[in-house]
């Protein structure tokens, strides 16, 4: 069986990790302001949750499908090209949203949003993993990880302050989107380049890595859940929509002052012990959000389950590096991509549909489901592993 561990030297290549995560950064920013915008815009129209449940799962349909072609990509015109040309590809879509302020032309387009920005995600993380090593490793994802979230979070506090109409808050997106180039033009050709190594496609990787995988698709149904409709959910129990727009800022500041504590334990404890642990404290912050959502308590409960929800993406993707090098870890990120992409896809439409069928709480009610049964599966396969063990 090969080995596909990387060395334990404590190396970090800061010129790449600092290129990576700046281009990565007014991505999140970008992103941050859309989710919110595009949301409380359909709602102003008068969709239901359901349909703005089914558009914002378009993008992650476009993060599933990129995962199967990012590693195909990169191996034909290398990681860099790629990820300028989808930098400013995703910078005009933005101004198209506005150009074509109809449901129907929105559901095409957030399907390209999806592509590009998976994209984009994908190989800055292939850079950050490959240059970083050792016992370093936790702390390097827990600083990309702070870094997209800080800037994530920014992006709503712009739709309070513009508003959702007219063209500004899309034309803030796209020209911070253009900024991407810069940053991305600084990564090394080493780093960047995977044309030299043998392709790995994702269906290749997918029986190395399964039960990673699938810890993934579970955070991701709540990534995409929140982000699709905690500013919807805190709209219907009464905040004003400026005020509705920060609880995403909120969820996203608890990644700024936790994913670096969260990657540090992550290195010093137990990666799996670690990630049971932010699996336990996210399925408890959502159990209690209906009694907080209309109280001030809500902004630190927020605070706290998103950092324990991102924080499973951040020990995820410190263990990926860990096990993982070259054209592996490029699919492997890709992989990472496409089971977001799947679990963002169902955690959208399922929160949609939740809160038509039961209210504006089966929002938080149906993650919370989610959540129970993939700890009590895996509580199931540890005992029984112990079982086999003592046996």
């Given amino acids: 069986m090969t080995d596909n561990r990387t060395s334990t030297a404590d190396t ?202 699938i810890a993934i698709g579970v955070h991701a149904m709540f990534d995409g859940g929140m982000l699709g409709f905690l500013a919807v959910y805190g709209a219907q129990m009464g905040m004003s929509e400026s005020v509705a727009a920060l609880t995403i800022t909120a969820l996203s500041l608890g990644n700024v002052f936790f994913q670096i504590p969260i990657g540090w334990i992550a290195d010093r404890t137990s990666k799996r012990t670690t990630m049971t642990a932010c699996f336990f404290a996210t399925a408890l912050g959502l159990a209690l959000l209906p009694f907080a959502i209309a109280t001030v308590l809500v902004w630190p409960l927020v605070l706290v389950t998103g950092a324990a929800g991102f924080g499973i993406y951040t020990v995820g993707l410190s263990e990926l590096g860990d096990r993982f090098r070259g054209s592996d870890l490029i699919a492997g990120t890709s992989a990472f991509s496409t089971m977001w992409g799947l679990g963002a896809l169902l955690g959208s439409v399922v929160c949609g549909f939740a809160m038509d069928l039961f209210g504006p709480h089966g929002f938080p009610g149906v993650l919370f489901v989610v959540f129970a049964i993939f700890i009590a599966v895996q509580a199931v396969r540890s005992y029984r592993q112990a079982g086999r063990v003592a046996a």
Avoid at 66 to 91: D, Q, Y
Avoid at 154 to 162: L, M, N, S
Wanted: aromatic share 12%; with cysteine.
């Fill in 12 to 213: 970090v290549n800061w010129r790449n990790l600092i290129a990576a995560c700046a281009a990565v950064c007014v991505f999140a920013f970008s992103l941050g302001e859309m989710f919110p915008l595009l949301a409380l815009s359909m709602r102003a129209w008068g969709v239901s949750e359901a349909v703005i449940g089914l558009n914002t799962a378009m993008a992650p349909v476009g993060i599933l499908l990129a995962g199967l072609v990012i590693p195909k990509l990169s191996h034909s015109f290398g990681a860099k090209p790629v990820a300028i040309f989808m930098a400013i590809a995703t910078g005009i879509l933005f101004l198209l949203y506005p150009t074509f302020p109809t449901l129907y032309a929105w559901f095409p387009l957030r399907l390209a949003q999806g592509i590009f920005v998976a994209t984009l995600f994908a190989l800055s993380e292939a850079w950050v993993l490959s240059n970083a090593s050792g016992s370093a490793r936790g702390r390097v994802v827990g600083i990309y990880a702070t870094c997209i979230s800080a800037t994530f979070g920014v992006g709503p506090g712009v739709v309070a302050w513009t508003g959702i109409g007219g063209y500004l808050p899309f034309a803030i997106g796209a020209a911070v989107l253009l900024l991407a180039t810069l940053p991305i033009s600084q990564v090394s050709t080493d780093a960047a380049n995977s044309a030299d190594q043998p392709h790995v496609s994702i269906f290749a990787f997918f029986p190395k890595a399964p039960l990673l995988l």
